[in-house]
Nanobody, 119 residues
Framework: QVQLAESGGGLVQSGGSLRLSCAAS????????MGWYRQAPGKQREWVAG???????NYVDSVKGRFTISRDNSNDAVYLEMNNLNPEDTAHYYC?????????????WGQGTQVTVSS
């Protein structure tokens, strides 16, 4: 069973930056669109960004120009560079595989990583 491990979250001030990482337990990523999702307290999980195996990317409007998703297929890793963070970005962040941009994750969710942005 594939397992996902997210890391890199933390507490930052508004305007700060973080880089999230996601690794899979075995060779799995390269067949799927990889995505980052987030869930804020009291809200549903939302898709944030996605990247195809060939490197095409897409983002939710609220993070365009601030977040950058990338992947390393040889190491089964996907990253999310987050710049100019604001308090509305505070959430628990998860990665997952999907068959389309914005699609539901297709494997069991990992523990995620918490991002907290203070004003």
């Amino acid at each position: 069973q594939v397992q996902l491990a997210e890391s890199g979250g933390g507490l930052v001030q508004s305007g700060g930056s973080l880089r999230l990482s996601c690794a899979a337990s075995r060779n799995f990523f390269r067949r799927y669109i990889m995505g980052w999702y987030r869930q804020a307290p009291g809200k549903q999980r939302e898709w944030v960004a996605g990247i195809t195996s060939s490197g095409s990317t897409n983002y939710v409007d609220s993070v365009k120009g601030r977040f950058t998703i990338s992947r390393d297929n040889s190491n089964d890793a996907v990253y999310l560079e987050m710049n100019n963070l604001n308090p509305e970005d505070t959430a628990h962040y998860y990665c997952n595989a999907a068959v389309s941009f914005g699609g539901a994750g297709i494997i069991s969710w990992g523990q995620g990583t918490q991002v907290t942005v203070s004003s």
